[in-house]
């Protein structure tokens, strides 16, 4: 009866959504330049409701050498290029649109990814909502960065023995030496692997949030970083729900919780779902109730999955688009 309830909440969800897409679409709102903010979609039509923050400059070079605006912010898109990829496919099969993948760098594509079929009919509404966000955060990132966008890197979602995926979880120890890992073969391994990501791009945001100048991007930045901690706690709190019942889905988030901690330096910052004491660990926080920070180099010693400084590997064989590439020296 419970899971009859979720589905007509998520039903009622669903329509809402449709109704606010016809609303906007009806009512012209007039697209001003590359100042709109896509968000809220959930289909294969793409973004839907679209936000009209304040008009902003394209972003410019530091004169000084140090890092700019640009540089972080494709730093961002190449993150974001990973993860819509990622739910495109899981959730709808296909690849985002090639008008989102072009720009400056060498042009790749997404490896191996398929559309999982799920049995959950919630995960498979939570898998579609997300796909939507991602790929609203590339098209606004490209829209704010212009013609310096980077474009999409070379991308290895495949389920090859010897690719990221199975790579990463023969780190956590979740299969054999010999054996891979294929995340669009359950709801669960399409949730562990959403896993993988969803943690590491809120502290990617937060960490990089210091190094924006412009208050416009910067407040651009928290948007999306509440967007992905949200997808996080989302993830986090489904694996936790599931985990009740299959006790191994906990320890599998605290395998690749340590796997994390592994690759990034000394500290042990990072969080699995396992609860402490009498309460949950769905946010994983310091002892102030503080999200945590990751330097871009240790973002890409994840990505990579090296914990040298390196500039390629993992879930970008050839490396990132832009100036920032490499990860951090252990």
Do not use: W
Not at 2 to 26: G, P
Not at 93 to 99: D, E, K, N, Q, T
Not at 139 to 155: D, E
Not at 204 to 217: D, F, M, R
Request: charged letters at 15%; one cysteine or more; hydrophobic letters at 45%.
């Amino acid at each position: 009866m419970n899971h009859d309830i979720v589905l007509q909440v998520l039903d009622a969800c669903d329509a809402r959504r449709a109704e606010r897409r016809a609303f906007m679409k009806n009512a012209g709102f007039a697209v001003a330049g590359a100042t709109m903010l896509a968000a809220c979609s959930s289909n294969d039509d793409g973004p839907g409701s679209m936000i009209t923050p304040t008009p902003t400059p394209t972003p410019t070079p530091s004169p000084s050498g140090a890092l700019s605006d640009q540089d972080v912010l494709n730093f961002a898109l190449n993150l974001e290029y990973l993860e819509a990829q990622f739910y495109s496919f899981a959730a709808n099969g296909v690849s985002l649109p090639a008008s989102l993948l072009s720009g400056t760098g060498q042009a790749g594509a997404p490896n191996g990814a398929r559309q999982v079929d799920f049995k959950d009919a919630a995960v498979a509404r939570y898998a579609r909502e997300i796909a939507g966000d991602e790929q609203a955060h590339v098209a606004f990132l490209r829209s704010a960065l212009g013609s310096v966008a980077v474009a999409q890197p070379n991308l290895d979602l495949s389920t090859d023995v010897n690719g990221a995926f199975s790579t990463a979880a023969r780190a956590a120890g979740l299969v054999g030496a010999n054996q891979a890992f294929d995340p669009y073969a359950s709801d669960e391994n399409f949730l562990l692997a959403a896993f993988i990501f969803e943690d590491v791009g809120v502290s990617a945001y937060k960490g990089a949030s210091p190094l924006i100048t412009n208050k416009t991007y910067l407040e651009a930045a928290a948007g999306i970083l509440a967007a992905e901690a949200y997808h996080a706690g989302l993830i986090r709190t489904t694996l936790y729900r599931k985990g009740l019942t299959t006790p191994a889905l906990i320890d599998a988030t605290e395998a690749i919780s340590n796997a994390r901690d592994s690759l990034d330096g000394s500290s042990d910052l990072d969080q699995g779902i396992r609860p402490i004491g009498a309460a949950t660990n769905i946010v994983p926080t310091d002892s102030n109730g503080v999200a945590f920070s990751r330097s871009a180099g240790q973002v890409l010693n994840i990505a990579y999955l090296n914990k040298a400084s390196v500039d390629r590997g993992g879930f970008f064989p050839t490396g990132v688009n832009g100036t920032i590439k490499l990860s951090a020296a252990s």
